[in-house]
């Protein structure tokens, strides 16, 4: 009995290890046929590449928000801005509006209109280029003093 308690004990121990050198090979394998797909880098630089891929596109996601956040300032300074020569006037008040109601009045021609007249977006982006042109001019100017 004490015999067949040894034997089976160490037959434990030897299946146990051939599960485990199994495992590592399998494992080792798996790990050989990965490196392959890869184009023969390893595990390390795999994941420097990949978290140099979300860098890459987290930033090209950064740059597309600030120029979208740009535009939409833009757009709403475009809004509240009345075009230079426009002037706004009110109505007189009246029973649904205690303030009255804006129209605008063309200064040179006296046309008078109801929407605000606004810069469009192709007369703003040259001013925008005049303007960084000037300020770099001008920033040019204070460094060079």
Not at 106 to 124: L, M, Q
């Amino acid at each position: 009995a004490v015999q067949r308690g040894y034997r089976s004990r160490l037959a434990r121990g030897i299946m146990k290890k051939l599960k485990e050198q199994r495992l590592k090979r399998q494992l080792a394998a798996r790990y050989q046929d990965e490196r392959r797909k890869a184009g023969g880098t390893n595990a390390k630089t795999a994941w420097l590449e990949e978290q140099k891929k979300q860098a890459e596109e987290w930033a090209a996601y950064e740059r597309e928000m600030v120029l979208y956040q740009r535009e939409q300032a833009l757009e709403e300074a475009r809004w509240y801005t009345t075009k230079f020569g426009w002037t706004e006037a009110w109505t007189e008040p009246s029973e649904g509006y205690e303030w009255g109601t804006p129209y605008y009045t063309d200064d040179v021609t006296g046309e008078a209109v109801w929407e605000r007249p606004i810069y469009d977006a192709e007369t703003t982006q040259p001013t925008l280029k005049l303007q960084a042109f000037f300020r770099a001019r001008l920033a040019r100017k204070a460094a060079e003093a």
